[in-house]
């Protein structure tokens, strides 16, 4: 289980610094294969072509430009879900019936979009929970109801990973929306 959750803790930090340092490379190698292949075009364009390699190679270039595109786009979604990722974790800590629903009326999204960005959180394993289809909420495994917060052993500590609000009563829970580890913090100073 500590393996587990360890694992969904750099989950989205994870991906998130794959996201940016692939979005860089491959802003890099898109800027540089279509120069070359916009310049092998017109090369062929002013009829300097001077065998069958200047004829095809461009178009072998702009095709590699044109995957790299793919890649920034990609790394561009990465980016937006995770972005949405902490936008959601937070929505889903202060309301406790974990309504779809409300959160899509909440940030002014269509339910759908929200449903299938939840669904991909779920299956990156950013979020440790699933969706429910028939009450359309967000179930959480780890989720306990609050508890009266007069009990002196309910510690509130925000996750490191995901931004949620946890009531905990020990060191070494997991966040109960991401499965990050949370722990209190022993230096009395």
Not at 35 to 44: D, P, Q
Not at 152 to 164: I, R
Not at 179 to 186: M, V, W, Y
Request: hydrophobic share 40%; aromatic share 10%.
């Amino acid at each position: 289980m500590e393996k587990q959750t360890m694992h969904r803790s750099w989950r989205v930090a994870v991906d998130l610094w794959i996201a940016r340092f692939g979005s860089v490379f491959a802003w890099f190698w898109l800027v540089l294969w279509g120069l070359l292949g916009i310049t092998g075009l017109a090369e062929l364009i002013a009829g300097e072509a001077k065998n069958s390699t200047d004829v095809v190679l461009p178009f072998i270039l702009l095709g590699v430009a044109a995957l790299h595109w793919l890649v920034v786009a990609a790394c561009r979604k990465t980016k937006d879900l995770e972005l949405d990722f902490h936008q959601y974790c937070a929505f889903f800590s202060r309301n406790p019936d974990k309504s779809i629903p409300e959160l899509a009326k909440a940030i002014k999204e269509p339910e759908n979009t929200v449903q299938r960005q939840l669904k991909e959180m779920c299956r990156r394993g950013y979020f440790n929970g699933y969706i429910d289809h028939r009450t359309q909420r967000m179930v959480f495994p780890h989720y306990r109801p609050p508890v009266d917060p007069e009990k002196p052993d309910l510690n509130v500590l925000q996750c490191p990973g995901c931004g949620a609000v946890n009531a905990i009563a020990k060191t070494g829970d997991i966040c109960k929306y991401c499965g990050a580890p949370l722990e209190l913090s022993t230096d009395k100073s």
